[in-house]
């Protein structure tokens, strides 16, 4: 498993935590959570189940399904252990809509579509930098990422939530794409990050509210991004539909 993409770098200490050359277990997963001080815990799940029933158990029982030997649910649970409170609001939004609308069990509402966005590709977007947030917004992508660089090269300002697109950088290229949860504030630690995106779900309602983000534009997350015409590949930093 190859983990040297930059991405993954908030997830460095609790990898360099767990076993090397193997997946580990959901009980070693536990054991991990328990001595980091998270009330959380993994189950082993082999048997299927739907989406609804798998956010009620977690909601339900704090238990959180993994597959053993999963590398899916590894990087979910590695979400987990470093982004409780973020991802535990996304559980109670599926569910409490669920609740809400029962008939979501069988079509999701856009809500619960934003969720699952960004549970599965999310990206937290810290800046303060105005011009920037326009700029991501119509897909100037040139001018977001050359023109304001400069503006977006602070620690922990782009964190990767989404498990899925984690896993996909195991094996990275460049039309690998995250939707932004953009939040107008400094970047900080990552507990700092959790809180906030945590609370910032609470605004989101629709998948429109989350820009799209080739991850390989994020300054430093591909070796030739800052050359001008890395951003001239409109197969992969596609301009907004007309």
């Not at 989406?51 to 979400?79: K, W």
């Not at 979501?104 to 930098?129: H, I, N, W, Y």
């Not at 949860?181 to 605004?203: H, K, N, R, W, Y």
């Amino acid at each position: 498993m190859n983990i040297s993409h930059p991405a993954l770098d908030p997830y460095r200490p609790l990898l360099a935590r767990l076993p090397q050359g193997r997946l580990p277990t959901p009980a070693e997963l536990t054991a991990l959570a328990e001595n980091t001080g998270l009330p959380l815990r993994f189950v082993e799940s082999t048997h299927p189940l739907s989406a609804c029933d798998y956010e009620q158990r977690i909601l339900e029982s704090g238990a959180i399904p993994t597959r053993p030997d999963n590398l899916h649910d590894f990087m979910n649970a590695l979400v987990w252990l470093s982004f409780p409170r973020t991802k535990a609001s996304l559980n109670r939004t599926h569910c409490r809509t669920l609740a809400d609308n029962p008939s979501e069990a069988k079509q999701r509402s856009p809500r619960r579509d934003a969720m699952t966005l960004l549970d599965e590709s999310g990206v937290l977007v810290f800046t303060e930098d105005e011009a920037f947030l326009q700029l991501l917004a119509m897909r100037r992508w040139h001018d977001a990422f050359i023109q304001r660089r400069e503006s977006l090269l602070s620690p922990n300002q782009f964190l990767l939530i989404g498990h899925a697109v984690l896993e996909k950088l195991l094996n990275p290229y460049l039309s690998i794409t995250a939707k932004c949860l953009v939040i107008a504030a400094p970047p900080g630690s990552l507990a700092q990050a959790d809180t906030v995106a945590a609370l910032a779900l609470e605004d989101i309602h629709t998948p429109k509210q989350l820009p799209p983000l080739p991850v390989a534009g994020i300054p430093g997350w591909h070796p030739r991004n800052h050359l001008a015409a890395f951003y001239d590949n409109t197969h992969i930093f596609r301009p907004l539909p007309v």
